[in-house]
């Protein structure tokens, strides 16, 4: 009469100190590959965003997207460009903070404390400081009084286009929009961003040529230029 012969004690222990050791393995390379994954997703995203910054540009005399007041608050160069090129599409540039359904954007931009996470436009790019005294702004076209950009802009009490593109022509390396952890829309400088993809080494950049890069930390960092 046959017996059916049971693990022992010391071969359980084995094949769960092998499982052990094949899960310390593969859980960090799963997770590399899924961070992998978000960042070429997000970098997809930037890159359509560019696509209608550029298209934005071609049908404003070139220019970027700049801001304005109107009676409900300030507005920025999302909601500009989502307002003015995206109206009747069910495609939405990012506000800062969680994407909603149908905004371009990555997962990882939900809120972290008091920081809220999203796509800063280079400060220069959205036309720089304005100066409510003066109503200049320093690389922007304002009009003065907004009507004067047409009907829809009559009730605003600021409204100005950014730079224009040619100034970025002879600069492939510009940054022209960057993932950040700030309160603004426009983005100043490399400190600016936040390094959220691989392990917090990399972030994506938007360049002013079109193309989309990971950039290492500020330490490694001497591939983007933000000012002019």
């Given amino acids: 009469m046959s017996r059916t012969r049971a693990f022992t004690l010391i071969e359980l222990l084995v094949v769960i100190s ?10 960090p390379a799963i997770k590399a590959v899924k961070s992998t994954a978000e960042q070429v997703r997000c970098a997809s995203n930037m890159r359509q965003a560019g696509t209608y910054l550029l298209q934005y540009g071609n049908e404003n ?8 007041h109107d009676g409900n608050g300030s ?6 460009i989502n307002s ?22 990555c997962r990882s931009f939900k809120p972290v404390d008091s920081y809220r996470r999203g796509w800063a436009l280079s400060d220069v790019a959205a ?6 005294t003066t109503k200049k702004s320093s690389y922007g076209q304002v009009f003065d009084p907004p009507a004067t950009r047409g009907s829809a802009w009559a009730g ?3 409204y100005f286009l950014g730079a224009h593109i040619d100034r970025f022509t002879a600069k492939p390396l510009k940054l022209l929009l960057g993932e950040v952890e700030q309160g603004g829309d426009t983005i100043y400088g490399i400190g600016n961003l936040r390094y959220r993809h691989k392990s917090g080494q990399s972030t994506n950049v938007l360049f ?17 230029q933000v000012g002019l």
């Fill in 18 to 27: 092998i499982v052990a050791v094949l899960a310390g393995v593969l859980l």
């Fill in 61 to 68: 005399d070139g220019r970027f997207p700049g801001g304005g």
């Fill in 75 to 80: 507005i920025s160069w999302n909601n500009i």
């Fill in 84 to 105: 003015e090129l995206l109206a009747d599409s069910a495609v939405r540039m990012p506000r800062m903070g969680t994407p909603g359904l149908n905004e371009l954007g």
């Fill in 127 to 132: 036309g720089g400081s304005y100066n409510a």
């Fill in 156 to 158: 605003w009490s600021v």
């Fill in 208 to 224: 002013v040529d079109g193309h989309v890069a990971g950039v290492p930390d500020p330490a490694k960092n001497t591939m983007v």
